[in-house]
Nanobody
């Protein structure tokens, strides 16, 4: 089992910044990709960004140039720095890590961007 615990969500004004963290624990050997998804009310969960253990990253078009995903392998922690936040970024953000055919999710952290 893998446990993922997110932190760092909150309320911010449009144009502001937040940094989310996700700490992985448990059976983490073999985890390569980690990432962030988000789900807004009434919408499907969507991919935000991913990062491999080697540092390769990918982003949703909607966040490119504003969000930066990073990873500290020694701490088994993944981060996403979110800048220039927009009201449409409001969602519950989930940490994600696939491992050996299973998908693991954090409990989610709320990000609310006011206009």
């Amino acid at each position: 089992q893998v446990q993922l615990v997110e932190s760092g969500g909150g309320l911010v004004q449009a144009g502001g910044s937040l940094r989310l963290s996700c700490a992985a624990s448990g059976s983490i050997f073999g985890i390569n990709v980690m990432g962030w998804y988000r789900q807004a009310p009434g919408k499907q969960r969507e991919l935000v960004a991913t990062i491999t253990k080697g540092g390769s990253t990918s982003y949703a078009d909607s966040v490119k140039g504003r969000f930066t995903i990073s990873r500290d392998n020694a701490k088994n922690t993944v981060y996403v720095q979110m800048n220039s936040l927009k009201p449409e970024d409001t969602a519950v953000y989930y940490c994600y890590a696939p491992r050996l055919g299973n998908d693991y999710w954090g409990q989610g952290t709320q990000v609310t961007v006011s206009s």
